[in-house]
């Protein structure tokens, strides 16, 4: 069985940073792109960031590009967000993904439980 666990999120300052990591288990990891989605109160889960099996490959939202960094480590099963200068409006659940190499929802077949990040001072 499949199991994705989000952690790192909490409340921030505008202009600070958070590291989002997501332990993987009961799959092989290195077959598999991840990815990183967001949903904000009243609003529809949308994407952030993916990467491709190996890691040799990224994609990002527009709103956070040159701000959050997507990467992960095959040897221990985890995929990280690194996200800086963050803003109001990147307050938001955060979930990982398991999937392919796309930014639509419907190609990610399992999810974890999301993490909340609040960016408020």
């Known amino acids: 069985q499949v199991q994705l666990e989000e952690s790192g999120g909490g409340l921030v300052q505008p202009g600070g940073s958070l590291r989002l990591s997501c332990a993987a288990s009961?799959?092989?990891?290195?077959?598999?792109?991840m990815g990183w989605f967001r949903q904000a109160p009243g609003k529809e889960r949308e994407f952030v960031a993916v990467i491709n099996y190996s890691g040799g490959m990224t994609k990002y939202t527009d709103s956070v590009k040159g701000r959050f960094t997507i990467s992960r480590d095959n040897a221990v099963n985890t995929v990280y967000l690194q996200m800086n200068r963050l803003k109001p409006e990147d307050t938001a659940i955060y979930y990982c993904?398991?999937?392919?190499?796309?930014?639509?929802?419907?190609?990610?077949?399992?999810w974890g439980q999301g993490t909340q990040v609040t960016v408020s001072s």
């Open positions: 009961g799959l092989t990891f290195s077959n598999y792109a």
């Open positions: 993904a398991r999937g392919t190499y796309h930014t639509s929802p419907e190609n990610f077949g399992a």
